[in-house]
């Protein structure tokens, strides 16, 4: 894996838009960082959302993924908890 450092856009939705009070957030992370720890680092900042964990699904470029798919310069992740309403 490389050292280099890799800059991703983060679109938000639902609990993770609200604890941010953002759509979406630019962070940077090392090259082949795998998308789970995009997760792990929203946690960290905002603890509350640690319930979400485990139920959080991935996409990269409107694809899902699994968590531990490796980030890439410029990709658009999107993290997808679960969602209820009517």
Known sequence: MSNSTITITVKLFAAYQEAYK???LVLE??????????????????????KLRDITRFGINLIFVEPDTPLQDGDEVVLIPPVSGG
């Not at 090392?30 to 929203?42: H, M």
């Open 22 to 24: 953002a759509s979406e």
């Open 29 to 50: 992370f090392s090259n082949g960082t795998p998308v789970r720890a995009v997760c792990d680092r929203l946690i960290a900042e905002h603890p509350e959302l640690s």
